[in-house]
Protein backbone atom coordinates (compact mmCIF):
# COMPACT_ATOMS: atom_id res chain seq x y z
CA UNK A 1 0.00 0.00 0.00
CA UNK A 2 3.08 2.52 0.72
CA UNK A 3 3.86 2.33 -3.08
CA UNK A 4 0.90 3.69 -4.08
CA UNK A 5 -0.31 7.68 -4.53
CA UNK A 6 -3.02 8.84 -2.06
CA UNK A 7 -6.68 8.10 -3.28
CA UNK A 8 -10.09 9.27 -3.79
CA UNK A 9 -11.16 6.49 -1.60
CA UNK A 10 -9.38 6.81 1.66
CA UNK A 11 -10.10 10.67 1.88
CA UNK A 12 -14.52 10.06 1.18
CA UNK A 13 -14.26 7.99 3.96
CA UNK A 14 -12.43 10.17 6.38
CA UNK A 15 -14.52 13.01 5.31
CA UNK A 16 -17.61 10.93 6.16
CA UNK A 17 -16.25 9.85 9.36
CA UNK A 18 -15.26 13.45 10.71
CA UNK A 19 -19.10 13.92 10.92
CA UNK A 20 -18.52 11.33 14.48
CA UNK A 21 -15.43 12.92 15.93
CA UNK A 22 -16.46 14.51 19.00
CA UNK A 23 -16.33 18.24 18.40
CA UNK A 24 -13.32 19.02 20.53
CA UNK A 25 -11.56 16.42 18.26
CA UNK A 26 -13.18 18.42 14.89
CA UNK A 27 -10.54 21.56 14.70
CA UNK A 28 -7.35 19.45 14.84
CA UNK A 29 -8.85 16.99 12.12
CA UNK A 30 -9.90 19.88 9.59
CA UNK A 31 -6.59 20.97 9.99
CA UNK A 32 -4.88 17.71 9.31
CA UNK A 33 -7.46 17.37 5.96
CA UNK A 34 -6.48 20.32 4.38
CA UNK A 35 -3.78 19.15 2.72
CA UNK A 36 -5.46 15.79 1.17
CA UNK A 37 -8.21 18.39 0.21
CA UNK A 38 -5.48 20.56 -1.71
CA UNK A 39 -4.56 17.28 -2.96
CA UNK A 40 -7.56 16.36 -4.38
CA UNK A 41 -8.72 20.33 -6.18
CA UNK A 42 -5.32 20.32 -7.34
CA UNK A 43 -5.97 17.44 -9.10
CA UNK A 44 -9.49 18.00 -11.06
CA UNK A 45 -9.27 17.21 -14.47
CA UNK A 46 -11.00 19.79 -17.10
CA UNK A 47 -14.17 18.37 -17.41
CA UNK A 48 -14.87 17.89 -13.86
CA UNK A 49 -13.90 13.96 -13.06
CA UNK A 50 -11.73 13.83 -10.22
CA UNK A 51 -9.22 10.85 -10.48
CA UNK A 52 -8.53 8.07 -8.59
CA UNK A 53 -5.30 8.82 -7.73
CA UNK A 54 -4.01 12.44 -6.27
CA UNK A 55 -0.47 14.27 -6.61
CA UNK A 56 1.12 15.28 -3.66
CA UNK A 57 3.75 17.67 -3.17
CA UNK A 58 6.29 15.78 -2.61
CA UNK A 59 5.90 13.25 -5.63
CA UNK A 60 8.69 11.91 -7.85
CA UNK A 61 8.53 13.90 -11.47
CA UNK A 62 7.94 10.95 -12.92
CA UNK A 63 4.15 8.90 -11.59
CA UNK A 64 4.23 5.12 -11.09
CA UNK A 65 2.74 3.25 -13.86
CA UNK A 66 -1.21 2.07 -12.65
CA UNK A 67 -2.01 -0.44 -14.80
CA UNK A 68 -5.68 0.18 -14.02
CA UNK A 69 -5.91 3.69 -14.31
CA UNK A 70 -6.38 6.90 -12.89
CA UNK A 71 -10.96 6.85 -13.48
CA UNK A 72 -13.08 4.95 -11.61
CA UNK A 73 -16.73 6.09 -10.89
CA UNK A 74 -17.41 4.40 -7.57
CA UNK A 75 -14.01 5.50 -6.32
CA UNK A 76 -15.76 9.55 -7.11
CA UNK A 77 -18.68 8.72 -5.68
CA UNK A 78 -17.37 7.50 -2.33
CA UNK A 79 -15.24 11.10 -2.44
CA UNK A 80 -18.42 12.94 -3.68
CA UNK A 81 -20.48 11.43 -0.53
CA UNK A 82 -17.69 12.60 1.79
CA UNK A 83 -17.73 16.05 0.39
CA UNK A 84 -21.19 16.11 0.64
CA UNK A 85 -21.07 15.52 4.45
CA UNK A 86 -17.99 17.08 5.17
CA UNK A 87 -19.08 20.24 3.69
CA UNK A 88 -21.86 20.84 1.24
CA UNK A 89 -21.25 24.68 0.83
CA UNK A 90 -17.95 25.08 0.55
CA UNK A 91 -17.72 22.11 -2.20
CA UNK A 92 -20.95 22.56 -3.98
CA UNK A 93 -19.88 23.52 -7.43
CA UNK A 94 -17.02 21.03 -7.28
CA UNK A 95 -19.53 18.03 -6.55
CA UNK A 96 -22.03 19.66 -8.96
CA UNK A 97 -19.29 19.27 -11.72
CA UNK A 98 -17.67 16.10 -10.67
CA UNK A 99 -21.21 14.69 -10.43
CA UNK A 100 -22.19 15.34 -13.66
CA UNK A 101 -18.72 14.11 -15.38
CA UNK A 102 -19.89 10.74 -13.25
CA UNK A 103 -23.36 10.26 -14.78
CA UNK A 104 -21.49 11.25 -18.46
CA UNK A 105 -19.69 8.41 -18.12
CA UNK A 106 -22.28 5.94 -17.26
CA UNK A 107 -24.28 6.90 -19.69
CA UNK A 108 -20.85 6.15 -22.25
CA UNK A 109 -19.73 3.31 -20.37
CA UNK A 110 -22.16 1.69 -18.33
CA UNK A 111 -21.18 -0.04 -15.12
CA UNK A 112 -17.83 -0.29 -16.52
CA UNK A 113 -17.55 3.26 -15.80
CA UNK A 114 -16.38 1.81 -12.33
CA UNK A 115 -12.92 0.13 -12.77
CA UNK A 116 -12.13 -0.48 -9.49
CA UNK A 117 -15.37 -1.97 -8.01
CA UNK A 118 -17.85 -4.32 -8.60
CA UNK A 119 -21.76 -4.00 -10.07
CA UNK A 120 -23.25 -4.15 -6.41
CA UNK A 121 -21.23 -2.05 -4.39
CA UNK A 122 -20.93 0.43 -7.61
CA UNK A 123 -25.14 0.41 -8.13
CA UNK A 124 -25.43 1.02 -4.08
CA UNK A 125 -23.28 4.13 -4.27
CA UNK A 126 -24.96 5.41 -7.17
CA UNK A 127 -28.27 5.68 -5.95
CA UNK A 128 -27.03 7.30 -2.52
CA UNK A 129 -25.05 9.73 -4.76
CA UNK A 130 -28.22 10.69 -6.64
CA UNK A 131 -30.46 10.48 -3.56
CA UNK A 132 -28.02 12.94 -1.82
CA UNK A 133 -27.97 15.47 -4.27
CA UNK A 134 -31.50 15.29 -4.80
CA UNK A 135 -32.15 16.54 -1.84
CA UNK A 136 -30.45 19.28 -2.27
CA UNK A 137 -30.35 22.67 -4.07
CA UNK A 138 -28.78 21.84 -7.14
CA UNK A 139 -28.40 23.81 -10.78
CA UNK A 140 -31.47 22.81 -12.83
CA UNK A 141 -29.21 21.13 -15.84
CA UNK A 142 -27.79 18.35 -13.49
CA UNK A 143 -31.49 18.26 -11.14
CA UNK A 144 -32.80 16.73 -14.77
CA UNK A 145 -29.63 14.41 -14.96
CA UNK A 146 -30.14 13.21 -12.25
CA UNK A 147 -33.53 11.52 -13.20
CA UNK A 148 -32.37 9.85 -16.31
CA UNK A 149 -29.53 8.52 -14.55
CA UNK A 150 -31.97 7.16 -12.29
CA UNK A 151 -33.84 5.22 -14.58
CA UNK A 152 -30.83 4.45 -15.93
CA UNK A 153 -29.36 2.81 -12.63
CA UNK A 154 -32.93 1.46 -12.41
CA UNK A 155 -32.70 -0.57 -15.56
CA UNK A 156 -29.10 -2.13 -14.79
CA UNK A 157 -30.42 -2.52 -10.99
CA UNK A 158 -32.91 -4.93 -12.24
CA UNK A 159 -30.39 -7.16 -14.30
CA UNK A 160 -27.98 -7.28 -11.15
CA UNK A 161 -30.85 -8.24 -8.82
CA UNK A 162 -32.81 -10.92 -10.55
CA UNK A 163 -29.12 -13.02 -10.98
CA UNK A 164 -29.62 -16.38 -9.72
CA UNK A 165 -27.59 -17.27 -7.29
CA UNK A 166 -26.13 -14.43 -5.49
CA UNK A 167 -23.69 -14.20 -2.81
CA UNK A 168 -23.86 -12.95 0.09
CA UNK A 169 -22.06 -9.47 -0.21
CA UNK A 170 -23.96 -9.41 -3.39
CA UNK A 171 -27.51 -10.42 -1.36
CA UNK A 172 -26.76 -7.38 0.83
CA UNK A 173 -25.62 -4.98 -2.08
CA UNK A 174 -29.09 -5.84 -3.18
CA UNK A 175 -31.00 -4.90 -0.29
CA UNK A 176 -28.75 -1.75 0.40
CA UNK A 177 -29.42 -0.51 -2.47
CA UNK A 178 -32.88 -1.73 -3.15
CA UNK A 179 -33.48 0.87 -0.54
CA UNK A 180 -33.26 3.78 -3.02
CA UNK A 181 -33.80 1.91 -6.61
CA UNK A 182 -37.33 2.77 -8.34
CA UNK A 183 -39.88 0.17 -6.86
CA UNK A 184 -38.77 -3.50 -9.22
CA UNK A 185 -41.30 -5.84 -6.89
CA UNK A 186 -38.01 -7.48 -5.91
CA UNK A 187 -38.60 -9.51 -3.20
CA UNK A 188 -35.65 -8.12 -0.70
CA UNK A 189 -37.11 -11.04 1.62
CA UNK A 190 -35.53 -13.51 -0.26
CA UNK A 191 -31.89 -11.57 -0.43
CA UNK A 192 -31.73 -11.98 3.21
CA UNK A 193 -33.02 -15.45 4.16
CA UNK A 194 -29.61 -15.56 1.41
CA UNK A 195 -27.34 -13.77 4.16
CA UNK A 196 -28.87 -15.69 7.30
CA UNK A 197 -28.12 -19.11 5.67
CA UNK A 198 -24.92 -17.76 4.62
CA UNK A 199 -24.05 -16.72 7.60
CA UNK A 200 -21.05 -18.51 9.62
CA UNK A 201 -21.24 -20.04 13.01
CA UNK A 202 -19.49 -17.30 14.62
CA UNK A 203 -21.84 -14.66 13.06
CA UNK A 204 -19.85 -13.54 10.76
CA UNK A 205 -19.85 -13.83 6.93
CA UNK A 206 -16.96 -15.04 4.94
CA UNK A 207 -14.51 -12.43 3.38
CA UNK A 208 -15.96 -11.50 -0.14
CA UNK A 209 -13.72 -9.65 -2.88
CA UNK A 210 -14.75 -5.75 -2.86
CA UNK A 211 -12.15 -3.53 -4.67
CA UNK A 212 -9.00 -4.17 -6.90
CA UNK A 213 -5.45 -3.05 -5.40
CA UNK A 214 -3.32 -2.05 -8.31
CA UNK A 215 0.26 -2.55 -7.79
CA UNK A 216 2.72 -0.67 -9.77
CA UNK A 217 5.47 -3.64 -9.52
CA UNK A 218 3.62 -6.63 -8.57
CA UNK A 219 0.46 -8.36 -9.69
CA UNK A 220 -2.63 -6.70 -8.75
CA UNK A 221 -5.48 -8.34 -7.07
CA UNK A 222 -9.07 -8.38 -5.08
CA UNK A 223 -9.20 -7.06 -1.49
CA UNK A 224 -11.16 -9.04 0.50
CA UNK A 225 -12.19 -8.83 4.45
CA UNK A 226 -14.73 -10.60 6.09
CA UNK A 227 -14.80 -7.78 8.92
CA UNK A 228 -15.82 -5.65 5.71
CA UNK A 229 -18.26 -8.36 4.03
CA UNK A 230 -19.58 -8.79 7.52
CA UNK A 231 -20.39 -5.27 8.35
CA UNK A 232 -22.36 -4.80 4.52
CA UNK A 233 -24.18 -7.59 5.65
CA UNK A 234 -25.01 -6.62 8.97
CA UNK A 235 -25.88 -3.15 8.21
CA UNK A 236 -28.37 -4.86 5.06
CA UNK A 237 -29.95 -7.06 7.56
CA UNK A 238 -30.53 -4.22 10.05
CA UNK A 239 -31.66 -1.79 7.84
CA UNK A 240 -34.37 -4.66 6.10
CA UNK A 241 -35.25 -5.16 10.11
CA UNK A 242 -36.07 -1.60 10.43
CA UNK A 243 -37.88 -1.21 7.55
CA UNK A 244 -40.28 -4.01 7.06
Given at each position: FLSLPPDADDLGLLLRLFGNLPPVERQSAQKMLQTPLRWMESSVLPGGEIPVWFTPDDAPPEAPLLVWGHHCAATEINLLLGLIAFDWPGYHRLIERSAGSVLARFDRHGLGAALYYGPGYTL??????LAQLAARPVSAPLAQKLDAAGRQLGGWFDEFAR?????AQESALALLASRRAPDGGYLRSEWAANLLRRQRHDGSWAAESLFLIPHP???SGWYASRLVTTALCYRALKLFEQEK
Open positions: WVGFELRPGLSARQ
